[in-house]
């Protein structure tokens, strides 16, 4: 029942500097994968539903590589902290709320609703350190047929009492069982181990969870390098460790075995991004909160000549939105006050750049996603940007350009897909 | 006709540090004027006709202090240069087209249905250098009903044959023209005196159009200090000046004898902020615009310390969008990267100041406007939050924020008031 052909003007990214356009095209998806863009129907292919959208914009469902759903409640709110303060002001405490299931429900309700309306067809998400919780967080979002990976968050130290794990051992007890209940019960949904951050994590709980990922082959997910105090802290915590980075590395929780995705890596030494790419760990570049928190610019442009894996992250509530349109504006828009301020040797990044880091270069995170291209998961949004008026003739590559920088207008996202399915897009 | 009870949560700003929250509330609007906020509806107003808005957030119309009403046609395109040369690649090939009444018909209609639809109820504009279809623009903005400063652009050196006017002396007679025709026509908008920048006019247009301020008592628009190219080029070109403002001011253009409003102000030195102060000059701060060409942050927090005037402005098509909710983000979000990156002694903006700059602030430039305190202009508008779900209770002050933060959906914008009659959002 995943097979259909799409019909429309179609943009792609084939790698981080490229674009293709194909202007009144067919993509053809048979059982969930891209067969091919084609002028005409092939007749090969003439049987298969055809969803057409006549000339509006087709292009890859967005990739968010780190948010946290229970922060959705408080989205908008209480940007006027530090990291550290900003989370036992207002991320503990709404998080804390969670072990009320009744309360989740609603919480995730809301978020996986927001998630579902939105641009985005996969994304890697923290729940809270309740099981129940998360489970039920990971139910819905399956429903929603959007594509994620959910962890279960750890925290063993440096919480407030409501949020504390009760020991290591209970930590990583919990966390396994989680992991049994999850792993094979979804279609759309899988775990991911989620130590929050080394300051919340002893060692012992760290090389708990390192067994569990080699052990279930579970990827993983954590925070890494974002503001100077956390910085030092985890010096202070780690003083065996020659950065943050090998505070997880020692664990096996730093790309190898499994891989991981690193939220931020604004302050990452040369020789922390010289093991991210050795390792290759994917970064979610996440400017809305790294502003929103203050906790600076990732020098994104020296990750990408270095050859890193980056992909955008909405990072909510530190991030305002789930809109990864607003993502890839900040991207852009940050990239130029880093140029101007900080290194004047750091080209700002330009459109296809993060496009691609928004699609395909994310996307690889979860397989060959993100794509196009033959042999790609066909994930997809379709943008009416007729609702964008302009006198203008424009290009295909200038309405892309266009619908990312307005893509705050969600009135114009009209159809999305993923593995070739079609999710409605409620309200 | 311009009189009326607006019901709902009401929020606005009393000064930069002071928000006043009225919840379930009864705004009086009597000939356009606000008279007072109740609890009940007062016998003496009882015949007017209620506009009951439920549980919705009714706050002051939002007011842009500088924006581009030709440039709104690229919009989200070409944020690939710096100042200069973005101008001569994007912006100026766009406004010559505007020499024809056919194609500015067509922009201008698609720019004045977007300024309708969104909740702004002030603006001040740059045309283009085509009094005709300048003269178009204030046509189509006055019917609708948002109150608006509109500016045929001076340009006699500097820019392309297309643009660049045939002499001072005949730019400056096409603008008394403009001025004549345009001073007492229109309900909603008057003429402003709008040289572009230094760079583009000679000093004897400069003379002319100081001139013509004090004559005909118009107000006055520019650029300034926005990047450190274009501030190198104005001391090539005014080595007698010494700074840039002081360029404006030896004209007789720069806040006094009439009111100026200068957009940017990035890189202004103590002395020129120290003559903005003493001038009075509004300072409209355009945050999109000064990351999307990498032009830098400009101090708010100091302009505001000193006392200085200082309002937003979308400056499209510099800023991607019309929408001064993201400008409001925007500021926020800047000024937390420049108390990162520049200066650590600059707190970073809180939301109540950024939304008296957008409100109050700027509103300042249009007479009493802004507030809702008794003897302001009632300019509203209209926000169903409830369609920005949260599973959490919310004050007033939060949901303010929240929609602020939460801004680009439009959706939740549900009404509109300038002087105290309704303008409909079209589509």
């Known amino acids: 029942m995943n097979s259909m052909i799409l019909h429309g003007d179609i943009c792609y990214s084939a790698d981080q500097n490229t674009l293709i356009t194909r202007l009144d095209s067919y993509l053809v998806c048979v059982d969930g994968i891209c067969?091919?863009?084609?002028?005409?129907?092939?007749?090969?292919?003439?049987?298969?539903?055809?969803?057409?959208?006549?000339?509006?914009?087709?292009?890859?469902?967005?990739?968010?590589?780190?948010?946290?759903?229970?922060?959705?409640?408080?989205?908008?709110?209480?940007?006027?902290?530090?990291?550290?303060?900003?989370?036992?002001?207002?991320?503990?405490?709404?998080?804390?709320?969670?072990?009320?299931?009744?309360?989740?429900?609603?919480?995730?309700?809301?978020?996986?609703?927001?998630?579902k309306r939105s641009a985005t067809t996969r994304v890697v998400v923290f729940g809270t350190m309740h099981r129940e919780a998360t489970k039920l967080l990971m139910d819905k979002l399956d429903r929603t047929g959007i594509v994620s990976y959910v962890g279960k968050v750890n925290m063993d130290r440096n919480a407030p009492n409501t949020l504390r794990e009760a020991s290591a051992e209970a930590s990583i007890k919990d966390t396994e069982r989680f992991i049994k209940e999850t792993s094979n019960k979804y279609r759309n949904t899988q775990p991911i181990i989620t130590p929050r951050f080394i300051p919340s994590c002893t060692d012992e709980l760290m090389e708990g969870l390192g067994r569990l990922a080699a052990q279930y082959r579970i990827p993983v997910q954590s925070h890494l390098s974002e503001n100077p105090g956390e910085i030092a802290w985890v010096r202070e915590l780690c003083p065996w460790a020659e950065n943050y980075g090998a505070a997880y590395e020692r664990f096996g929780l730093f790309g190898k075995p499994q891989k991981t995705v690193m939220a931020h890596c604004v302050y990452s030494d040369d020789r922390e991004i010289a093991m991210m790419k050795e390792n290759g760990v994917f970064i979610a570049h996440c400017p809305a909160s790294n502003m929103n928190v203050a906790s600076g610019i990732a020098p994104i442009r020296r990750y990408l000549s270095e050859g890193l894996r980056v992909g955008l992250g909405s990072d909510l509530a530190g991030g305002q939105t789930e809109s990864l349109f607003t993502a890839m504006v900040e991207a852009l828009q940050v990239s130029r006050l880093y140029w101007r301020l900080v290194d004047s040797t750091a080209t700002p990044l330009n459109v296809a750049e993060v496009f691609y880091m928004t699609t395909k270069g994310g996307g690889e995170f979860f397989g060959k996603v993100g794509s196009f291209e033959d042999g790609y998961e066909c994930d997809a949004v379709v943008i009416d940007d007729s609702l964008l008026p302009t006198p203008r003739p424009l290009t295909v590559q200038e309405r892309l350009e266009r619908a990312i920088y307005l893509g705050g207008d969600v009135k114009a996202l009209s159809a999305k897909y993923c593995r070739g399915k079609q999710i409605e897009l409620s309200a």
């Open 35 to 115: 067969k091919g863009i084609y002028d005409k129907i092939p007749e090969e292919h003439a049987q298969l539903p055809l969803h057409d959208h006549g000339k509006k914009l087709i292009i890859p469902g967005l990739i968010d590589l780190h948010t946290h759903a229970p922060q959705y409640a408080f989205r908008g709110l209480g940007m006027d902290r530090e990291l550290l303060e900003w989370l036992s002001t207002y991320a503990f405490p709404e998080e804390a709320k969670y072990s009320d299931l009744a309360y989740a429900d609603r919480a995730y309700t809301i978020f996986t609703e927001g998630m």
